[in-house]
């Protein structure tokens, strides 16, 4: 999306005031169009660094390129900070701080500390909306006892409080913040109203459910749902060459059925925050409130998991079938983001996948274009995509299918190339 412009004709005093806790890939786009829907914006993130580069108008999420920050920061009414003093006198307050996993567990630190520091300032007629993905529940009973505790105020009588799921795509060009269905809820009618009323200003289309649980539900499912369809075709993938049959050929085949159909392409598993965390936290609290298990879920987990490890067997198979080992072998890895596109590598298989290779003695080199180079992990050598590095190495293997990388230079010039997506495209790479 390019840049927007920033509703101007609004006074920076007079507009509606939102605050946004945590300024991550939901939180930065939701500051930056509140500013252009016509919002004066706090965004709140206890990362100074990150607080130093959005005040320098330096973007660190794809969807949001410099110059759209810049319009949002030089309009007045963006301002990024880690004091949540600067809460005060909100009129809209969007929590979109992570939930991840501990050991299994969900936990819920980041939104109960979000909670606790916005609750002295919310006001008679607020409205707060948590968009972390967390499971059924958390909205009415842990966010709201928080937020009453600390306001003195009572939800549904004196503020509004409901849950709507962040919906981003990082890397996809086409759908974005605006344009994505916002699925919208409240803990009763007249917060319902007061949340659309605000989504109706950022979003395109809402979509309202009838509660916070269902809300909650719905993103659980919609990530589930990606997770044990990638399983499937990773267990496909992982028989189909035994089976003397092509996976890639076969999904695109399949893809042509106009019904019933949606095509999922095999990897190194899934990462980032979603993927590997959401459906977890649903088999999690299935266990615990409902002592069953969700065997689609923990199945998948199994499948995801291992494939790293497959693939590491894959290139040892190639290299030994040259007469290489693997220790000592110079290995040029194309990505360490989980998705094309992005930079993301949080709980990334392909960042386990470089682990694994240096813990077998590999000397490994990596190329990511656009992954921050300060998140990269200090014993990772990462160097550009060149035809000398791809001549040097004994195995170029794709890891994360960047479409900024040369996989035509790839195929041609590389001594041995196992391509985990697909995308290289010549009948001389071994692919996944």
Request: hydrophobic fraction near 40%; glycine fraction near 8%.
């Amino acid at each position: 999306m390019g840049v927007v412009k920033v509703r101007q004709n609004i006074d920076a005093e007079v507009r509606p005031r939102l605050i946004v806790v945590g300024m991550g890939y939901v939180g930065l786009p939701l500051a930056v169009r509140g500013v252009e829907a016509g919002y004066s914006v706090v965004g709140l993130d206890a990362d100074k660094l990150r607080i130093k580069r959005l005040n320098a108008c330096d973007s660190y999420i794809e969807g949001i390129d410099n110059a759209r920050l810049m319009a949002a920061m030089q309009s007045g009414c963006l301002h990024a900070t880690t004091d949540s003093c600067r809460a005060d006198a909100f009129d809209v307050c969007v929590i979109t701080v992570p939930a991840p996993l501990r050991d299994g567990v969900p936990d819920l630190s980041f939104v109960e500390c979000a909670g606790r520091s916005i609750a002295p300032h919310i006001t008679r007629g607020a409205t707060v909306v948590l968009e972390s993905t967390t499971y059924p529940g958390t909205t009415e009973s842990l966010l709201r006892p928080l937020l009453e505790a600390g306001s003195g105020l009572k939800a549904g009588d004196d503020f509004h409080l409901g849950y709507s799921p962040g919906r981003i795509d990082r890397g996809n060009p086409d759908w974005h913040l605006e344009n994505t269905p916002k699925v919208i809820s409240g803990i009763d009618a007249e917060s319902l109203r007061s949340i659309e009323r605000f989504y109706g200003l950022i979003v395109e289309r809402t979509v309202r459910v009838s509660s916070c649980r269902t809300a909650e539900l719905t993103k659980l499912l919609e990530n589930a749902f990606r997770h044990v369809n990638i399983a499937l075709v990773n267990e496909m993938a992982l028989v189909s060459r035994q089976l003397g049959a092509d996976i890639w050929e076969a999904i695109e085949a399949a893809s042509t059925k106009p019904f019933g159909f949606m095509p999922f392409t095999p990897g190194l598993g899934v990462g980032g925050h979603c993927l590997p965390v959401d459906p977890s936290y649903l088999s999690w609290q299935v266990k615990s409130l409902l002592k069953q298990d969700l065997r689609f879920i923990t199945l998948a987990n199994e499948i995801n998991d291992q494939m790293p490890a497959r693939v590491v067997e894959r290139i040892i198979r190639g290299l030994n079938d040259r007469g290489k080992p693997v220790n000592g072998s110079r290995i040029l890895q194309l990505g360490l983001a989980y998705k094309k596109n992005a930079g993301d590598i949080r709980d990334s298989p392909a960042l386990v996948l470089a682990h694994s290779l240096l813990d077998l003695g590999a000397r490994l080199f990596v190329a990511e274009s656009h992954t921050d180079p300060y998140l990269v992990p200090p014993e990772i050598t990462q160097v550009e995509l060149t035809e000398e590095e791809i001549r040097a190495a004994d195995v170029v293997v794709v890891a994360t299918d960047h479409d900024d990388f040369d996989y035509t230079l790839v195929a041609e010039a590389g001594a041995y190339v196992f391509d985990a997506r697909n995308r290289c495209r010549d009948e001389r790479v071994e692919v996944l």
